[in-house]
């Protein structure tokens, strides 16, 4: 049986770099009351009229130079996100249309900050029966332009970031390499405990005056109960992993959890005994930047040498709807 790994990585953020001091200019919270309750330090967001697919586009690049790839190599695409250029078509087709690789199929995975490890599983399955070579796994996110700037909003703004990610896949050569195993879950019983429900086609007509009136158009989010959630699958899911491939925490080299919340992170490694310094943390200066939060973490610990050819590195997810999941690769 074939193997999939990762070639490269890349990721891109914007350079304006807005501190929790900065957010006391729209929002009535302290630089306090965002640490205590999130780790949050400081979040990066775009300049006006950025367009997903331009940030995707910027961290493919540097994803096909780290591999040794050109755009042409590429033979299909898959984006993740959960701030889509336009409700259709798929993001990825503006991101394909700016690699200029007309006819690759380009596939829109939507499962929100869990979206790069569906994607992963979709890219390692494709390879892995050889219908495809190359695969571009990029997820890229603008949250900045969305945020509700009230009392009403405060708690989900001051979490959220921009930025992007993109890996190239493709066979592993031995065995020593490569993705182990990716775990999915899914539970719709939760859809509305974290949404952005308008515009959509459950209204007749899909937008109007009223829903923008009542901040449909912002995200929705019951914070305790993703909390609780987001804890007790992390968990879950990865002891699950772990286990149905014969590996306990001590066997792992680097964790990079989810960034949705410091406290999250630190509860799940606490609970399943993981080593605190092999596990990532760069909520602190990015925030949450959903789907590409896994892999913009995931280039910064290849590029700095925290991850290291042959170490065994586990990635576990928690979002919207709610969907979970973890992966377990050697690289
Ligand atoms: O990728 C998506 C996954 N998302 C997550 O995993 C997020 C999970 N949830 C959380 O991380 C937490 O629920 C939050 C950090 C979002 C919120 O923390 P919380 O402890 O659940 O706070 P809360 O919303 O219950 O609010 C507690 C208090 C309230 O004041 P009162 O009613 O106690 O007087 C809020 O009005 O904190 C107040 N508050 C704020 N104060 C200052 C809420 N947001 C803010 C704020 N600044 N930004």
């Not at 997820?139 to 989900?156: P, Q």
């Not at 995200?219 to 306990?248: D, H, W, Y």
């Not at 928690?318 to 690289?331: D, N, Q, R, V, Y």
Request: proline share 4%.
């Amino acid at each position: 049986m074939k193997k999939s790994r990762i070639l490269g990585t890349g990721h891109y953020v914007p350079e304006n770099v807005v501190t929790n001091e900065d957010l006391l200019k729209r929002l009535n919270t302290s630089d306090e009351w965002i640490q205590q309750r999130t780790g949050v330090r400081e979040r990066r967001f775009c300049p006006p009229n950025t367009k997903p697919s331009e940030i995707a586009h910027k961290a493919i690049l540097k994803a096909l130079e780290a591999s040794g790839l050109q755009e042409t190599d590429i033979d299909f695409i898959i984006c993740t996100t959960q701030t889509p250029e336009h409700f259709f078509p798929g993001t990825g087709c503006y991101i394909q249309q700016r690699l200029g690789i007309p006819g690759v199929p380009a596939l829109d995975v939507r499962d929100q900050c869990t979206g790069f490890l569906y994607g992963l599983s979709v890219a390692d399955a494709y390879i892995r029966l050889g219908q495809y070579q190359k695969i571009l796994l990029v997820s890229t996110e603008i949250h900045s332009t969305g945020l509700e700037w009230s009392d009403h909003g405060r708690h989900v703004s001051v979490l959220f970031g921009d930025g992007a990610a993109a890996v190239i896949l493709g066979e592993s050569e031995g065995e020593e390499h490569g993705i182990i195993d990716v775990d999915l879950h899914a539970d719709g019983s939760f859809a509305d405990e974290l949404c952005l429900s308008a515009p959509g086609t459950a209204y007749d007509p899909w937008i109007s005056h009223e829903m923008i009136d009542q901040g449909l158009h912002y995200p929705k989010m019951n914070g305790k109960v993703v909390f609780k959630e987001a804890v007790s699958c992390i968990t879950r899911v990865s002891k699950t992993i772990l286990k149905e491939n014969q590996m306990s925490v001590e066997d792992l080299d680097y964790f990079i959890p989810h960034q949705a919340n410091m406290r999250i992170t630190e509860a799940v490694v606490k609970i399943t005994g993981m080593n605190p310094e092999k596990v990532d943390n760069s909520i602190q200066k990015y925030g949450n930047c959903a789907s590409a939060s896994v892999p913009i973490a995931l280039d910064e610990a290849v590029r700095d040498g925290r991850i290291q050819s042959g170490d065994t590195v586990l990635m576990a997810t928690f979002a919207s709807g709610f969907t979970w999941g973890a992966a377990l690769m050697k690289w």
